[in-house]
């Protein structure tokens, strides 16, 4: 059974258009996220709810839209594409715990996005 | 200042070497932190918590020096299978709602027959 699923596995659009990508977790985490993975494979945070409501929202430009529509499930919508949203998208999920080492992040596979 | 460094690498090692990893983050406020492994086209994977004890696991061994600011990773006997980018992760807060990983660009290790 797989424990963070991302759908789709690949995307290949054209520039201009809206693509969503979709993750669930089965580990019963309250806390969601949506990771970019640029060219130079450096990873970094984009989203985090916890128990549907938005906790972290770095720097993101506003064509990209998270949505919870319950704690086992946080979705991407990116609206406009642009070529320099080409990157791989990593969904991950956690238990909220203040004990050292425990707030372990478990990953989908990703979903490689390319526009074209 | 980048919020967590590594050496990218590549380091090159035969099987059987022994390896160290070294990394070192900006926030001294860091509560936790990890060594996560990626191979290539596939998502990160943990490999060990780092306690402020210093732990092992196998061949195996993460050190933290909180005063240094300073995270190492050791691997002993490398196997080929031990090919991999090893991420260098801190978080910032212990625990809570406000989860958040900062990943350091990872260091490319190949371990040669």
């Known amino acids: 059974d797989t424990a963070v699923s991302q759908t789709p596995k690949y995307l290949v659009t054209q520039m201009g258009n809206d693509k969503s990508i979709k993750c669930e977790q089965n580990?019963?985490?309250?806390?969601m996220y949506w990771y970019k993975q640029d060219s130079k494979k450096f990873l970094k945070i984009m989203f985090s709810?916890?128990?549907?409501?938005?906790?972290i929202n770095e720097t993101v430009p506003n064509r990209f839209s998270p949505k919870s529509p319950d704690k086992a499930h946080l979705n991407l919508h990116i609206n406009s594409l642009e070529l320099g949203d080409s990157a791989v998208y990593f969904c991950?999920?956690?238990?909220?715990?203040?004990?050292?080492?425990?707030?372990?992040?478990?990953f989908g596979a990703g979903t490689r996005l390319s526009v074209l | 200042r980048k919020e967590v460094e590594q050496d990218p690498g590549p380091f090159n090692v035969p099987e059987g070497a022994t390896v160290a990893f070294n990394c070192t983050y900006s926030n001294s406020a860091s509560q936790s932190f990890f060594w996560y492994r990626q191979d290539c086209r596939k998502e990160p994977k943990l490999l060990m918590s780092v306690y402020s004890s210093g732990n092992e696991d196998g061949r195996f061994t993460a050190q933290l020096n909180r005063a240094s600011q300073y995270i190492s990773l050791l691997i002993r006997d490398s196997k080929l299978s031990d090919s991999a980018t090893y991420l260098c992760v801190v978080n910032p807060f212990y625990g809570g709602a406000t989860n958040k990983l900062i990943f350091g660009t990872g260091t490319l290790l190949a371990v040669q027959p």
């Open positions: 709810y916890n128990n549907k409501e938005l906790i």
């Open positions: 991950a999920s956690s238990s909220r715990t203040g004990e050292e080492g425990k707030n372990i992040q478990y």
């Open positions: 580990l019963g985490h309250d806390t």
